[in-house]
């Protein structure tokens, strides 16, 4: 499984940039696909996870409420919405999978994207 995550860039704060992940395999619901982030000099933190199982969805405190994931099985792609973005959320952040849930680690790791909020 390839993964592909792209949409980052110098985001201001407050601002509502899209991350996107992009696999074949995302057509199919039974991916679980998480989003991860590292800044620097931090470790990596589970940002969101959806599970294929059930379509639950999982957030860190940190943006619980200002972020959303979902999916677009026609598109093979799953969505990070991240709105009124602070400059802590400066990092990259990178999309991951695996086909059991989120409570297992992630098997599949795409390329990272950076994100930095900054005016």
């Known amino acids: 499984v390839q993964l592909q995550a792209s949409g980052g860039g110098l985001v201001q704060p407050g601002g509502s940039p899209q991350l996107s992940c992009t696999a074949s395999?995302?057509?199919?619901?039974?991916?679980?696909i998480a989003w991860f982030r590292q800044a620097p000099g931090k470790e990596r933190e589970r940002v969101s996870c959806l599970a294929g199982t059930d379509g639950g969805r999982h957030y860190a405190d940190s943006v619980t409420g200002r972020f959303t994931t979902f999916r677009d099985n026609a598109k093979s792609t799953v969505y990070l919405q991240m709105n009124d973005l602070k400059p802590e959320d400066t990092a990259i952040y990178y999309c991951a999978a695996n086909i059991l849930s989120c409570y297992y680690d992630m098997e599949y790791w795409g390329k990272g994207t950076q994100v930095t909020v900054s005016s």
């Open positions: 395999e995302f057509s199919k619901d039974y991916y679980t």
